[in-house]
């Protein structure tokens, strides 16, 4: 079935840095977008960005540019999130989310989430 | 950036009730508008798509309205296993949430 798994729960320091996987599996992983959302403790969604599992071109939404980085390792229908200079705001459950349209919209399939905290 | 605004922010009801919750976009976004079920500890799950469409696999009791602006999704009737926060969704522009309807039992 299609599925979107994604790696285990973080603890870092601020100033670290971390990489969040989400592997796809069940579909054609190029065939469709992938967006990244965050949940910080208690609070609703946020849309992140996106990232063209195609072209491997990359869409950051405001707030999100600078330290937030979407990438891709298509031989293993993998993208990744990597976010730097941690701050203790940035713990939140993110999750990856599969994008049914040709540009970010559709999000119709969703990992399970990663939770990422941030705290010396 | 197009914001979203949900009604109301939290709601309770008896099963059985009849649910509505609205979603007002800052501008027209047409019918690109989606609804999201998120229960506790879990990711959130598509149940209707482009206003009206109810996503494959979601019971029939949930359904949605609207154009434009202005935004309608509806529980027919409330079951138990229908506790979550819902969020509407637009994707005209890049893509916003509504700050989410937390449903309650009464």
């Known amino acids: 079935q299609v599925q979107l798994v994604q790696s285990g729960s973080e603890l870092k320091k601020p100033g670290a840095s971390v990489k969040v996987s989400c592997k796809a599996s069940?579909?054609?992983?190029?065939?469709?977008?992938m967006n990244w959302v965050r949940q910080a403790p208690g609070q609703g969604l946020e849309w992140m960005g996106w990232?063209?599992?195609?072209?491997?071109?990359?869409t950051y939404a405001q707030g999100f540019t600078g330290r937030f980085v979407f990438s891709l390792d298509t031989s293993v229908s993998t993208a990744y999130l990597q976010i730097s200079s941690l701050k203790a705001e940035d713990t939140a459950v993110y999750y990856c989310?599969?994008?049914?349209?040709?540009?970010?919209?559709?999000?119709?399939?969703w990992g399970q989430g990663t939770m990422v905290t941030v705290s010396s | 950036d197009i914001q979203m605004t949900q009604s109301p922010s939290s709601l309770s009801a008896s099963v059985g009730d009849r649910v509505t919750i609205t979603c007002q976009a800052s501008q027209d976004i047409s019918n690109y508008l989606n609804w999201y079920q998120q229960k506790p500890g879990k990711a959130p799950k598509l149940l209707i798509y482009?206003?009206?469409n109810l996503e494959t696999g979601v019971p029939s009791r949930f359904s949605g309205s609207g154009s434009g602006t202005d935004f309608t999704f509806t529980i027919s009737s409330l079951q138990p296993e229908d506790i979550a926060t819902y969020y509407c969704q637009q994707y005209d522009n890049l893509p916003t949430f509504g700050q989410g309807t937390r449903l309650e039992i009464k």
């Open positions: 990232i063209n599992t195609n072209t491997g071109n990359p």
């Open positions: 989310a599969r994008d049914r349209t040709a540009a970010a919209g559709l999000i119709d399939i």
């Open positions: 482009d206003a009206s």
């Open positions: 069940g579909y054609t992983f190029t065939s469709y977008a």
